[in-house]
């Protein structure tokens, strides 16, 4: 086999990293090829005190598991409900500690943030994340270095209801995204920041639709594994 070929092949069965000598970087996931009917929800910049709760009971009712982006500073200040998250069986990922702009620092800033949130997740739950995501999704080339240097795997999303712009209604934000789930999709919601009561009534009536349509609902690390 041709070493061009035998390297497109490695890189082809290796989507999540990168392993080249000395440009080991992660590679961001927005979403996965599969023709399975599964979708991930996401949760960024919680755990929120008074909607992280109204959240997880209503995936409770739903019967739906999600993965939660939490914030380092955020999960000092509410440890019990990140507690909560990890004890209803939803996945955490890292979040970074203070969500800064993430554009200005460089790859040991960007390690710390993802380091120092680690150590606050894992005092809490006992549990190290697998998965993190850079605030704003903003990868640049000290984020992918970064977080392959933290051990992570570095996730985006590919379906963004930008349900954190101020006056979104329900509606506004279920029908923004209704017809664009498809399988493997990873879908950006936030349970800190504003207007999180309407991304609730808005995700309980896209998670109907979905379960109607087929679809079924993992967490990240699991729709991972899905090939
Ligand atoms: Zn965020």
Request: contains cysteine.
């Amino acid at each position: 086999m041709p070493w061009k070929v035998l390297l497109l092949v490695i890189l082809f069965l290796c989507p999540t990293r990168m392993t080249l000598g000395t440009t080991d970087q992660a590679f961001p996931i927005f979403k996965i090829d599969t023709e399975k009917k599964v979708v991930a929800i996401t949760f960024d910049d919680g755990p929120d005190p008074k909607y992280t709760p109204l959240l997880l009971e209503t995936l409770n009712l739903e019967g739906v598991k999600a993965t939660f982006f939490v914030l380092g500073n955020q999960a000092e200040k509410s440890p019990q409900i990140l507690q909560w998250i990890h004890k209803a069986g939803h996945e955490i990922g890292n979040h970074g500690y203070s969500h800064p702009d993430i554009k200005k620092l460089k790859r040991p800033e960007v390690y710390q943030q993802i380091k120092r949130a680690e150590k606050v997740i894992v005092n809490t739950i006992g549990k190290r994340p697998q998965c993190y995501r850079p605030p704003g999704g903003v990868v640049t080339p000290a984020v992918l270095k970064a977080t392959y240097d933290a051990g992570y795997e570095l996730i985006h999303w590919s379906v963004d209801p930008k349900d954190w712009k101020r006056n979104r209604t329900a509606e506004v934000i279920a029908s923004s995204i209704k017809n664009k789930i498809g399988s493997g999709d990873i879908l950006l919601f936030h349970d800190g920041g504003v207007n999180q009561e309407e991304s609730i009534k808005a995700l309980v009536s896209l998670i109907h639709d979905m379960r109607k349509d087929g679809f079924e609902f993992v967490t990240v690390s699991e729709l991972l594994e899905i090939k």
